[in-house]
C-alpha cells in the first residue's frame, strides 16, 4: 500500500455517496453529463476567497492568475471576488475581458505583436519580459496612437523557498534580470508610457508559511531597491504568488493567517518611496485547486499478478497532474476516493488506471480503497486546478472530460 494525500476539508457523504456543492455524485449525472467530468464548487472558491480577505492586509490586492483554471463560466464567476485577473496569453486575455474583470495584467513570456496590440486596444497592463517585447509594445502602440500601460517583470535574484516549482533566481526565461530593470523603466518613462510598476513572481506551490513571507519581503526590498535606482515609484507591485495546497502525503496546509501577519507589518514598514504604492498577489491554484474534483467510472476490474487494477474510462489525458507527469520528479497520490461508496471502510489495496494505453497512466498507485465494482466512481481531489486545460487531451483520440460548476449560488 502506498500513501495518498488528504482528502481537502469540506467534502464529505451521504448515503454512502460522496456529496459535491451539496448534490450526491448519482444526482450531478444526467443523461448529458456524464463521466469523464469535472465539477467545480464554487461555494468553496467563494469560501476561499473570504478566508484569503480576513487573513490579509486590507490594503492588499488579491489577482486571479488564470492558467490555474480558465474555464470562462468559472472566471466570469469569480471576476467580481477579486481585484484583478492576470492572463498569460491572448486567449486568455479575451476570457478575461468577456468576464469583465475590473483589472488585467498580461505576463507571459513570447507575447507575439497580434497579443501586444489586443493589450494595447484593450488598455490592459502589459507586464513586460524583455527590452525586445518593450521595443515592440512602443512601437505598436505609437502606430495606434495609444499610450500603453507598462509594467515591468522583474527576474528576481532570490526564489521561493521549498517552492514547487521555480520561476526566480537565476537565469530564465521569464522577466529581466533585475539589474536590468532601472535602464528599462527610464526607457518607458521616457517614451512617455503609462508606467504601471514591478511585477516579481519568485515561484509556486510553497506550504510553508515562513519561505512565502521572506520571499515577500524581499520582493518589496527589491522594489524599494529599483524605484531608488528610478528615481520616481512605482504605482503598483505585484508581489507574485506562491501559495501552495497539499496535494500529498504529510503536506500540510499553508497558514494564511501567518502570511498575512507578516506581510502586513512589512508593508506597513515599507520605504518612503513606496509610501503611495498599491500592492496585489497573484494567485492561481490556491484559490481554485481544492474546489475540484475529477469523477470518472470503473469500466474494468482486473487482477494481474495478484494485484487489483481499477481500470476507469478517464485518465491522464484529462488530470495529468494527478498522474505524476506535470512538474514532480517522484509519482506520489493524489487524495482519491470511491465516490460511489464513500462512507464505506476501505479494506483492499487497488491502482486505479485510466484508459490510455502507457503505464504512465495512472490516477492511483496501490491506494487502500472499499472495494470497487464496474460501474462505480472514482473520486480524484485537488483538481480545481491545473486539470482540464493542463493536460494532453488528444492523446489517444479520448474524448475530453466535461466540466461543470455546482454551489453557484451563495
Ligand atoms: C502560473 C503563475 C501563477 C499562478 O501560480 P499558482 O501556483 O497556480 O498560484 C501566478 N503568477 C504567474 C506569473 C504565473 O506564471
Known amino acids: 500500500m502506498k500513501p495518498m494525500g488528504p482528502i481537502p476539508p469540506g467534502y464529505v457523504g451521504r448515503d454512502n455517496e460522496l456529496l459535491i456543492g451539496g448534490q450526491k455524485v448519482s444526482d450531478i449525472f444526467t443523461s448529458d453529463i456524464q463521466t469523464p467530468l469535472f465539477v467545480y464548487d464554487f461555494q468553496l472558491i467563494r469560501e476561499r476567497i473570504f478566508l484569503l480577505r480576513e487573513a490579509l492586509p486590507p490594503s492588499l490586492g488579491l489577482h486571479y492568475a488564470i492558467k490555474a483554471n480558465p474555464l470562462p463560466q468559472l472566471v466570469k464567476l469569480l471576476a467580481p471576488l477579486v481585484d484583478g485577473l492576470d492572463v498569460a496569453?491572448?486567449?486568455?486575455l479575451q476570457v478575461a475581458r468577456e468576464a469583465g474583470a475590473r483589472h488585467i495584467s498580461f505576463a507571459g513570456p513570447g507575447k507575439t505583436d497580434a497579443e501586444l496590440e489586443a493589450a494595447i486596444r484593450a488598455g490592459i497592463e502589459l507586464n513586460l519580459e524583455s527590452e525586445g517585447e518593450l521595443r515592440r509594445a512602443l512601437h505598436l502602440a505609437e502606430r495606434l496612437s495609444t499610450t500603453p500601460k507598462l509594467a515591468v517583470r522583474v527576474n528576481p535574484d532570490f526564489d521561493l523557498k521549498g517552492s514547487g516549482m521555480r520561476m526566480g533566481g537565476g537565469a530564465k526565461p521569464f522577466g529581466v534580470d533585475a539589474e536590468r530593470v532601472?535602464?528599462?523603466v527610464r526607457t518607458i518613462l521616457a517614451a512617455g508610457a503609462d508606467w504601471?510598476?514591478?511585477h516579481i513572481f519568485a515561484g509556486s506551490q510553497a506550504l510553508d508559511a515562513g519561505a512565502i513571507s521572506e520571499t515577500q519581503a524581499q520582493t518589496i526590498a527589491l522594489a524599494t531597491r529599483l524605484a531608488e535606482a528610478v528615481g520616481e515609484a512605482p504605482p503598483f507591485v505585484n508581489l507574485g504568488g506562491g501559495f501552495g495546497v497539499p496535494y500529498f502525503p504529510n503536506d500540510v496546509a499553508l497558514d494564511v493567517r501567518k502570511v498575512g501577519e507578516t506581510l502586513g507589518k512589512n508593508?506597513?514598514?515599507?520605504?518612503?518611496?513606496?509610501?503611495?504604492?498599491?500592492f496585489a498577489i497573484e494567485l492561481g491554484r490556491y484559490l481554485v485547486a481544492e474546489a475540484g474534483v475529477y469523477l470518472t467510472r470503473v469500466v474494468d476490474r482486473k487482477i494481474s499478478h495478484g494485484e487489483i487494477f481499477l481500470v476507469t474510462d478517464g485518465?491522464?489525458?484529462?488530470?495529468?497532474?494527478?498522474?505524476?507527469n506535470f512538474g514532480t520528479v517522484v509519482r506520489r497520490n493524489y487524495p482519491i476516493a470511491v465516490a460511489s461508496r464513500f462512507e464505506t471502510p476501505a479494506t483492499e489495496v487497488a491502482t486505479v488506471v485510466g484508459c490510455l494505453c502507457t503505464p504512465l497512466d495512472r490516477l492511483g498507485d496501490q491506494v487502500l480503497l472499499p472495494g470497487a465494482e464496474e460501474g462505480d466512481v472514482i473520486a480524484v481531489f485537488m483538481a480545481g486546478a491545473y486539470g482540464a486545460t493542463a493536460s494532453p487531451a488528444a492523446?489517444?483520440?479520448h474524448p475530453p472530460a466535461g466540466e461543470i460548476i455546482v454551489g453557484v449560488a451563495p
Open 182 to 184: 532601472p535602464a528599462m
Open 196 to 198: 504601471r510598476g514591478f
Open 395 to 397: 492523446f489517444l483520440g
Open 315 to 324: 485518465g491522464m489525458h484529462h488530470q495529468l497532474a494527478a498522474s505524476g
Open 267 to 278: 508593508l506597513d514598514q515599507r520605504s518612503d518611496i513606496l509610501e503611495q504604492t498599491t
Open 89 to 92: 496569453s491572448g486567449g486568455e
